[in-house]
Nanobody, 117 residues
């Protein structure tokens, strides 16, 4: 069973940076894509950034130019480098993987990011 574990969240001031990590207990090479989502209180979960098996990336308009998603297939890990953080970036950030060859999708438990004004 594939498991995803996020880390790197925390409290940061406006304009600060954080780097989120997602460790996968299995090969991420079989995953069609890896992604980061976030969910703020009272809001729906939204897609932040994706990276495909081939390395193509896509970002939500709200984070373009500030966030960078990357993956390390050898370490079975995905990262989200966040810069110039804003209070509206405050949310629980979730790592996502899939679908795999059996069309299964996986989620991490989430890590809290809080940006103070």
């Amino acid at each position: 069973q594939v498991q995803l574990v996020e880390s790197g969240g925390g409290l940061v001031q406006t304009g600060g940076s954080l780097r989120l990590s997602c460790a996968v207990s299995g090969s991420i090479f079989s995953m069609n894509a890896m992604a980061w989502y976030r969910q703020a209180p009272g809001k729906q979960r939204e897609l932040v950034a994706t990276i495909t098996r081939g390395g193509n990336t896509n970002y939500a308009d709200s984070v373009k130019g500030r966030f960078t998603i990357s993956r390390d297939n050898a370490k079975n890990a995905v990262y989200l480098q966040m810069r110039s953080l804003k209070p509206e970036d405050t949310a629980v950030y979730y790592c996502y993987a899939g679908p795999d060859e059996f069309l299964r999708r996986y989620w991490g438990q989430g890590t809290q990011v809080t940006v103070s004004s």
